[in-house]
């Protein structure tokens, strides 16, 4: 007799980007006999903190959150959210320059978002005012901050709505580094077996190489998670962070990753130095 699929709970947030890769799972596209999903949406600094506690068997975390849960997780060879040359941006209501942004209030979408992380390294001297990603252009409009780390749809649509922009922190990573910014990924929990294990990263690879060969469709889905986004919006969107580091973080990836993590402890914002350990 055939045992029944294990059921493997997979939290990932509802951005456009993660809801385009997880299409071809979420919508049973992309099945096993091995494992079955149970899919749970939640913003990503929600996500960083159940990680913590082991919550989920698969969940997509920030790269900065790695650290804090390593001892629990491995990171996942598909899924990762990378900017290359582009990603995280400092707005504000006014022109600003970059050397300006010391000493300043910057509302962030939390503190173990890699977008912090990158922002930390660039300028360790800020008020960090934590504020839902989503109300952080409210904030610098309002002018209760003077600066605002967007992620998301905002690094599009800024512009149109009268900010300034002060840094993008992926170009710049890039400009010294030499690398891509690794910013979101996907981990497991280190208890499940190593067939399990392998199983789920094959069927993210397939989910996302699904939503690539299915692009209307998949878009389609994940506009609904788009925040009053276009279509036209959400295809760049998308276009900018599932790319082919997405399919297979290969060995640049890796490589990003704990670049971005050492320089982190280097500088005293993370307590321990981990080494970043891919499966699949």
């Not at 109300?135 to 780390?149: C, P, Q, Y």
Request: charged share 25%; glycine share 8%.
């Amino acid at each position: 007799m055939k045992s029944a699929p294990q059921e493997i709970v997979s939290a990932h947030s509802p951005d456009s980007d993660d809801a385009f890769m997880f299409y071809g799972l979420a919508t049973k596209k992309v099945r096993s006999p091995l494992v079955s999903f149970r899919h749970v949406l939640e913003d990503i600094e929600s996500l960083n903190r159940k990680a913590m506690e082991g919550r989920y068997e698969l969940s997509a975390i920030s790269y900065h959150a790695y650290p804090y849960v390593a001892d629990k997780y491995v990171l996942m060879s598909a899924g990762s959210s990378i900017g290359d040359g582009y990603g995280p941006m400092l707005i504000a209501a006014r022109p600003m320059e970059a050397e300006e942004l010391k000493g300043k209030r910057i509302a962030v979408p939390g503190k173990l978002t890699s977008a912090f992380l990158a922002l930390s390294l660039h300028e360790p001297d800020f008020q960090a005012i934590v504020t839902p990603f989503d109300k952080i252009m409210n904030a610098v409009r309002e002018r209760t901050v003077d600066a605002g780390l967007i992620i998301h749809e905002g690094q599009l649509t800024f512009d149109r709505e009268g900010f300034h922009k002060i840094l993008d922190l992926g170009k710049w990573w890039k400009a010294k580094y030499g690398l891509p910014l690794p910013l979101g990924g996907n981990v497991l929990l280190r208890t499940l077996s190593a067939e399990m294990k392998k199983e789920c990263c094959r069927l993210m690879r397939e989910s996302i190489q699904y939503a690539l060969d299915n692009h209307e469709e998949a878009l389609a889905y994940a506009l609904q998670f788009a925040r009053d986004m276009d279509q036209r919006l959400a295809e760049k969107f998308v276009g900018m962070y599932v790319n082919h580091y997405t399919l297979d973080a290969g060995d640049v990836v890796p490589k990003a990753a704990q670049k971005l993590l050492d320089l982190g402890h280097e500088a005293g914002f993370i307590p321990r130095r981990v080494q970043v350990e891919f499966v699949g």
